[in-house]
């Protein structure tokens, strides 16, 4: 380029104006003249006319903006980049839901965050999940609603201030105690967990009932009642028994984070159970849950997943003898005369806890039941890991306790003292005979 062509140049630059080419500067354009020189010049640039029609107005370009933007979320799908596809319609719900068009909107917004939870995207759907549950209520939509503040309660609790998320609470439990159409059956796995507690499994007997405890994990930001609650129990190797559900009497109110709840065990037939599907009611809501507890470091017994295999929480074995009797004295009676006759009771490994002992003489022996009969602890007995009596000595109670009962009908009440330790029982018997006299030897 020579020096003065380039001179040319750049003196036109400088000295060129709107409307005034002569090298002056000449005043500034108004706003109505900028406006009416931009649509000229846009004249003269586009050639196609559905896209100077797209231009026209602000209701020309949404409605060309959303035809290019479901085309192209249309082709993604297509072609397999679900993700590019997704994202393009929640720009879709955005229009929709500006415009009243709220179904299109929620069905839009229930992709988006159908991927964001799948990629586990959970800043991305604390976003977007708040705009799908809006448009559920709008709509009174209250099955979707519900899913929709159980899913923001359940993402990570930095996402929300405390307040927020007591605000959703507070929508589950004011829609539950609602008048609903029709009962709504949630699934709370990621707010409700549960597991046995740490330890071995309880143990029981057949036809034994006993108290079994579950931990339970709450999600809510806040104390949550449970009207009420049942536990099935799944058997592991009988295939027989079917599942068995256990269900709590009274309310059981769930505080943050970690509970331990008690529920009532009926009978059992003997086999190996582990926990199976919790399920439970908030007013006219019925929920339910199929996870394991949250609490707990991963490499401990109190946490569970699913790629561990379900520790069993109940054990029951075939029947076997709760008690062992014995005589304390071994010797022939005298006929006719009232003697002390000792029963050695030993608990095996089980509770003698409001246990009643009948008595049956046959004949040939009477009680006399007018007189007391003595029971006392028997200090010298102990239990062995192999079901074995030792005397070693050992005193099981320090203190020797003694009590007087009574007879009624052949049955003798146990007190509590004696549910755990051994005792004797001292009974006045007298043998009859009426060939032998009084007095004489008897086996």
Known sequence: MSPQKGHTISMSRTNSSPGNFDGSIGRPMRLAEIFIAAEHALKQTISSPELWKSLSSSEEFEQKYLELTKGAADNYHRS??????????GEIAVVAFKHGKLDQAAESYEKVCALYSGEGWQDLLAEVLPNLAECQKMLNDQAGYLLSCVRL????????????????????????????KDPVHLDVSSLITFSGNP???LELCDRDSGILSVTVWSGFPDDITLDSISLTLNATYNTDEGVKALKSSTAIVLHPGRNTITLDLPPQKPGSYVLGVLTGQIGQLRFRSHSFSKVGPADSDDFMSYEKPAKPILKVFKPRALVDLDAAVSSALLINEHQWVGILVRPVKYSLKAAVLHIDTGP??????SHVIEMESYPGVLQNEDDQVQNDGSQINSDRKFESLTLNDGKIEFPNWASDTPSILWVLVRAISDTLSRGSSSG
Do not use: C, N, Y
């Open 199 to 201: 330890g071995p499994p």
């Open 80 to 89: 397999w980049w679900k993700r590019h596809g997704v994202v393009l319609d």
């Open 153 to 180: 309660l359940s993402l990570d609790d930095e996402l929300f201030l405390t307040k927020e998320r007591q605000a959703f609470q507070s929508e589950v439990v004011r829609l539950a105690h609602s008048e609903m």
């Open 364 to 369: 040939g022996l009477e009680i006399k039941e």
